[in-house]
């Protein structure tokens, strides 16, 4: 099953040469592998493991995570905008689902 | 949600712990385990806690207190130019996996924020690689509240 | 052949002669292996949106040292507070809140409470509490 997956820029339009942050959204459970059910067996982990972000393609971030994430997790990056396009977001989790989800960068 | 009744007692004793501890601060962190936080170091980089340089170049803010350990924002920022940081990690010394992430900045500012999950109050590190071999170190430490919901 | 038949049968017995001690039951079935086994029974009380029980179930309840030495002299039984037969039992058993644990024995044909704890701990205190409790219920010399 695909990651619901959520990016967005802020501020929305940046200017030339402007930092802007982007933040991911994702909605997943991250289960550590520690955390026990209410019969008391453990939950296997399952938790996302890898967030790439690309840039027109070519890939400008990368973030490997444990599982010490917490549940529906956030990530913020930070760049500066240089040139308009299109920021590509990839997660993968440890089962082999994957969550994409895109943002255009305007100028203002 | 059900309502939350916060165990005052404990956080009193806690509070009065933590002032009484304060001469203390110097020798650790409130949650410091620096032997599980070691071999985290060792796996991860190759190094040790020794090998790490202690930097106000890197930033790390955590919360003093986090109400529960299942989401506390961690933000780690360098300042040094994006060109210099090959890699930023995060370790919480007492949770059973200590290494919670390892950060490559490729082409983005030295800059990640995310929500991690403490396993109870614990001392967190930001250690950063830079281009030129160093590994920088900085400290925070958070509280896990105990408590229960009425 | 046969001989290897025996032995299957033998080690088949065993394991249904001997319960999963590392998971939760309700109540009264682990009120049930608990006097059978003469173990201490642990009544854990939680709460679906309490952040405090899901520290335990994270972090406390799955840590190595709490898991084998609930798994070698308790029997637990877990109760969610949000069922109508939980909120029964925390009732019965004048429970504050979320999370609780309620430590029983069975002593002369009733069950005698030897303690009680209130709220999420860190794991070297909940393990020196359990162990404190273990030796209350005399499953731990």
Not at chain 2, 22 to 46: R, T, V, W
Not at chain 2, 105 to 131: K, W
Request: charged content about 20%; some cysteine.
């Amino acid at each position: 099953m695909p990651i619901r997956t959520i990016v967005r820029l802020t501020p929305a339009k940046p200017k030339a040469g402007e930092g802007f942050k982007l933040t991911v959204l994702a909605q997943h459970p991250n289960e550590p592998g520690t955390r026990r059910d209410a019969q008391g067996n453990l939950i296997p982990a399952n938790y996302i493991n890898l967030v790439e972000v690309y840039f027109e393609g070519e890939k400008v971030a990368e973030a490997r995570l444990g599982p010490s994430i917490a549940t529906n997790p956030n990530y913020a990056f930070k760049f500066k905008a240089e040139k308009p396009g299109t920021y590509t977001v990839r997660l993968k989790d440890t089962s082999g689902d994957t969550g994409e989800a895109q943002v255009k960068l305007e100028l203002a | 949600m059900n309502r939350r009744a916060f165990l005052k007692a404990t956080g009193a004793a806690l509070s009065a712990l933590a002032v009484a501890g304060l001469p203390a601060m110097a020798q650790g962190l409130e949650g410091e385990d620096l032997a599980h936080l070691e071999k985290a170091l060792q796996e991860a980089l190759g190094k040790g806690f020794k090998d790490l340089t202690p930097s106000n170049l890197v930033k790390l803010t955590m919360p003093a207190i986090a109400e529960s350990g299942a989401n506390v924002p961690a933000e780690v920022e360098v300042n040094l130019p994006a060109s210099q940081v090959k890699a930023i990690h995060l370790f919480a010394d007492k949770n059973p996996t200590p290494h919670i992430f390892a950060y490559m900045p490729i082409r983005a500012e030295p800059y990640f924020y995310v929500r991690i999950r403490l396993a109870e109050t614990s001392a967190v590190r930001a250690v950063v690689e830079t281009t030129d071999g160093k590994l920088l170190l900085a400290s925070a430490s958070t509280r896990v509240t105990v408590g229960g919901c009425g | 052949m046969y001989a290897y038949r025996v032995l299957w049968m033998f080690l088949l017995g065993v394991a249904l002669a001997a319960p999963d001690f590392g998971r939760w039951y309700p109540f009264p079935q682990a009120q049930a292996l608990a006097q059978e086994h003469a173990r201490v029974l642990m009544v854990y009380f939680h709460s679906a949106h309490c952040p405090y029980c899901e520290q335990m179930n994270t972090f406390v309840l799955s840590d190595p040292a709490v898991s084998r030495l609930l798994e070698e002299r308790f029997v637990v039984a877990s109760v969610g507070t949000d069922t109508p037969e939980g909120q029964e039992l925390a009732r019965r058993f004048r429970v504050p809140g979320t999370p609780t644990f309620v430590f029983l024995v069975p002593r002369k044909g009733a069950w005698e409470e030897v303690g009680r704890l209130f709220g999420s701990r860190p794991r070297a205190q909940f393990l020196a509490e359990l162990r404190q409790m273990c030796a209350k219920g005399g499953a731990c010399e």
